[in-house]
């Protein structure tokens, strides 16, 4: 069984690599762009005297981090594009379940990204003047809590898709709004104003990127993000679990 999810992730970083090397570079430029504006801010937001509890070399590493790991800070997937694209539907004629396919697809996307830029921009950061190294080991724990968790919501949205049928893009738009926002990889709860990070850290999408992100930079305690991680991990996938079985009934009964 295992081999057979493995060859799915090689076939799926194949495809994404079909059209070249040259094909990802639009991505690899975009996630620069959006990187070095950003760095900038930190700096004049800290130099302005705005009293942030973290740092600018914090922040730097935060930013620079999840560009290098965007991908696995808010896990899309190939059920995103359910009613526009077939993707999604081939997988109920395959012979793998369906979380199976879809975790083992997602990562063989990431793989060539992770490769060809990740890796590259992790040995470039000294250069640049970023710390890299993460402040504790468990970080490890808690980026796999937060990939667990990414695709739990991922197949939850997905039931929302096919509940709302002919909407898929909108709620795919929300989401990702959403998302961004509350889950921390965009802006670091700790500066957040009027106390905000002490309980917005606590709602499901803050044990996503923000929460492993924030334990990498040492803006956070493991004991403050790992029990919550694990917390909405069990009550998510519980959810989404027993959602999507409901939901596959009803796609099916729409013609799906």
């Not at 981090?65 to 526009?84: P, Q």
């Not at 929300?174 to 500066?191: C, D």
């Amino acid at each position: 069984m295992i081999s057979k999810y493995m060859a799915t992730a090689r076939m799926a970083m194949q495809g994404k690599t079909g059209g070249g090397v040259l094909y990802m570079f639009p991505d690899m430029i975009m996630k620069v762009v959006y990187l070095i504006p950003v760095m900038f801010i930190w700096k004049s937001l800290v130099k302005s005297g705005y009293e942030a509890d973290m740092t600018v070399s914090q922040l730097l590493s935060y930013t620079y981090v999840n560009t290098l790991l965007a991908d696995m800070m808010i896990v899309n997937t190939c059920l995103s594009a359910w009613d526009y694209d077939t993707r999604s539907m081939e997988m109920f004629t395959r012979p793998l379940p369906i979380f199976g396919q879809v975790i083992s697809r997602t990562i063989g996307e990431w793989l060539p990204m992770l490769l060809l830029f990740s890796a590259p921009m992790f040995l470039a950061a000294p250069l640049l003047k970023i710390r890299i190294l993460p402040n504790t080991l468990w970080v490890i724990p808690s980026l796999a809590l937060s990939v667990s968790l990414g695709f739990a919501f991922e197949f939850l949205f997905y039931c929302v898709t096919v509940r709302l049928r002919n909407v898929s893009w909108l709620t795919y738009v929300i989401r990702s709004a959403v998302t961004s926002f509350f889950s921390g990889t965009v802006i670091p709860f700790k500066i957040l104003p009027f106390g905000m990070d002490r309980w917005i850290r606590f709602q499901p999408f803050g044990s996503l990127g923000g929460a492993f992100l924030s334990l990498y930079v040492g803006s956070a305690e493991a004991s403050e993000i790992i029990p919550v991680q694990l917390f909405w991990n069990v009550v998510i996938w519980i959810a989404a679990a027993v959602w999507f079985e409901k939901s596959r009934e009803r796609m099916v009964s729409f013609g799906g």
